[in-house]
């Protein structure tokens, strides 16, 4: 079991833990508490449940990911990813229902990482991860403009075409105070950190939108209108769990799961690339999945590793789990001293924040440069994206992975009716001329969603110890988006450490695709050859340009 969940946070206190560590990581806490506190209350509204609930689902989950998970920095709470599910859950099953399907999510989560599952999800391409991303996104934005422009819609469609119809025979009943309060708020938030960086722009609009409502008694909704007195404490309450209906729970419950994992590793990834770590995936599975079973007994709603608060948490300094820990108590204080205050703030201030977290979400840059890369990722791409808008995230999911495992096989079979491009001088398999400091990997095989992750992994760790790469690619036949995305990452990565890389034995289509994405400016545009012989030379070159600055040095 030792090898399947180990929490990053003995082995920190094993290895040895400072006092500046400890400074660092309660200051990192404290300003990701404060960032953490306006986006859980908006989650929550959004979600159509209490704003209190939002609260103890950033402690008690928050706490317990920290505690208990697989990252250095990892910070877990409510996010927006999460947003469209709840509403259906709880529209079809009550709230009580949506409890239930969140136990049994943390269930899933954590038999996922027992089986060690966690790499499995690497399986899933970058297409779809992107499609049904920019997808919530563009849902969440819908969500919140009945807010954002004060109206009083009854019974509002829950589908997405009837939203917007309902938005558009309405327009003309806009309230002009609450879309100036939703406006400015947006502004507020995407502009006040150029002017009070260490000040979040959420609690500045939150400030300044319930001063300007409560002072002026401008007619705008508050919390209050739709949730009366917000308590100041949670208890421990039990879901009413009716067994024979147990069965209606699995698919919403299977959903949530997928997406607290994808959304956890991906947030844990990306924070990896932040702070040179590797975080141990079945231990971060077991942990979300522990706080999503835990967290429904307080009246909490489902939670994942958050991306936005976890690069925060970093970079303000945090290192160590124990600053998710402090963000955790900071929001407990908070809640407790100042959560009766939080039924003043203006529907449409929360409107605001979520309408520029739904921008952060939508991922356009990545979904436009994949509208410009292969048939097959674009198909994918677009096939997810619409399906999580106008049907179902989980309908989505599952016909995204099934379309990316029949147009792998389709391409497969494509090649083998053409004939490949044959580079004589690139078969030189004799490394004994290679100098000392110019490490050499080969990739065989097609660069793709299934494959990327491993590849990619193995040339990162080989790649930091040699001063010069060369990267043979001549049995590439073809790259997808995903092995793109992880391709360049991990150039990045080795670009950081001070190495450089030459490829060798690229094919034209090949070439192309990592030209599409800015791979030949990372590495520099003279350092992909066709052969291999042409590379060794160039990176011979390299090699002593880097001696001679070291010694010069």
Not at 176 to 182: F, N, Q, S
Not at 514 to 531: R, S, T, V
Request: net charge positive; aromatic share 10%.
């Amino acid at each position: 079991m030792n090898d399947i969940f180990r929490p990053k946070i003995f082995t920190v206190f094993k290895a040895g833990y400072t006092k500046r560590q400890l400074s660092s990581d309660v200051l990192a806490g404290i300003v990701v508490g404060i960032v953490a506190l306006p986006l859980a209350i908006a989650f929550a509204v959004a979600s159509g449940v209490s704003p209190e609930r939002g609260l103890v689902t950033a402690i008690v989950a928050g706490f317990l990911i920290s505690f208990l998970g697989g990252s250095r920095v990892q910070i877990g709470g409510p996010t927006g990813a999460f947003i469209v599910i709840i509403v259906g859950v709880i529209s079809q099953y009550g709230f009580d229902g949506l409890l239930i399907s969140t136990i049994l999510a943390g269930i899933l989560l954590i038999l996922f990482g027992v089986l060690k599952l966690g790499a499995l999800l690497k399986y899933f391409p970058h297409p779809l991860i992107v499609g049904f991303t920019s997808g919530i996104a563009l849902v969440i934005f819908s969500t919140q403009v009945k807010d954002a422009l004060g109206l009083n819609i009854e019974n509002l469609p829950s589908g997405f075409i009837g939203k917007w119809q309902g938005y558009l025979a309405n327009l003309n009943f806009t309230n002009l105070y609450a879309l100036g309060i939703a406006v400015v708020t947006i502004l507020l938030v995407v502009f006040s950190k150029k002017i009070l960086p260490k000040v979040p722009g959420s609690i500045i609009a939150i400030v300044f939108g319930t001063a300007a409502v409560q002072i002026f008694k401008l007619p705008v909704s508050t919390i209050e209108t739709f949730f009366g007195e917000i308590p100041n404490t949670f208890h421990f309450e039990f879901p009413k769990i009716s067994f024979e209906h147990l069965g209606y729970y699995v698919q919403p419950a299977l959903t949530i799961a997928l997406l607290g994992a994808i959304e956890s590793l991906l947030s844990a990834v990306v924070s990896d690339g932040m702070i040179g770590s590797n975080h141990r995936s079945n231990t971060e599975l077991i942990a979300q999945g522990v706080a999503n079973v835990v967290t429904p007994f307080f009246g909490g709603i489902p939670a994942t590793g958050a991306i936005a608060r976890t690069a925060t948490n970093v970079k303000n300094g945090g290192r160590t789990p124990v600053a998710g820990i402090i963000h955790a108590v900071t929001l407990l204080l908070i809640m407790l001293f100042f959560g009766r205050w939080v039924k003043l703030i203006p529907m449409s201030v929360l409107a605001g924040i979520l309408i520029v977290v739904a921008y952060n979400m939508s991922e356009w840059r990545t979904f436009r440069s994949i509208l410009k890369g292969s048939v097959f990722d674009i198909l994918v791409l677009l096939t997810t994206f619409f399906l999580t808008v106008l049907v179902d995230l989980t309908v989505a999911i599952e016909v995204g992975v099934v379309l990316s495992a029949i147009l792998f096989m389709k391409r497969m079979a494509d090649m083998g009716k053409v004939i490949p491009e044959r580079i004589d001088s690139d078969v030189i398999d004799d490394y004994s001329t290679v100098p000392k400091g110019i490490g050499i990997y080969e990739i065989s095989g097609p660069l793709f969603f299934a494959s990327a992750k491993e590849y990619c992994e193995v040339l990162k760790s080989m790649g930091t110890v040699s001063k010069v790469m060369i990267i043979r690619m001549r049995h590439v036949p073809f790259v997808d988006a995903t092995g793109v995305h992880n391709f360049k990452e991990a150039l990045k990565i080795l670009k950081t450490s001070g190495t450089k890389v030459v490829l060798s034995g690229v094919n034209n289509a090949v070439c192309a695709d990592i030209k599409k994405a800015g791979i030949d400016e990372l590495i520099g545009k003279d350092n992909i050859y066709p052969a291999f012989d042409l590379a060794l030379e160039g990176a011979k070159k390299l090699n002593e340009e880097i001696s001679k600055k070291r010694k010069s040095a």
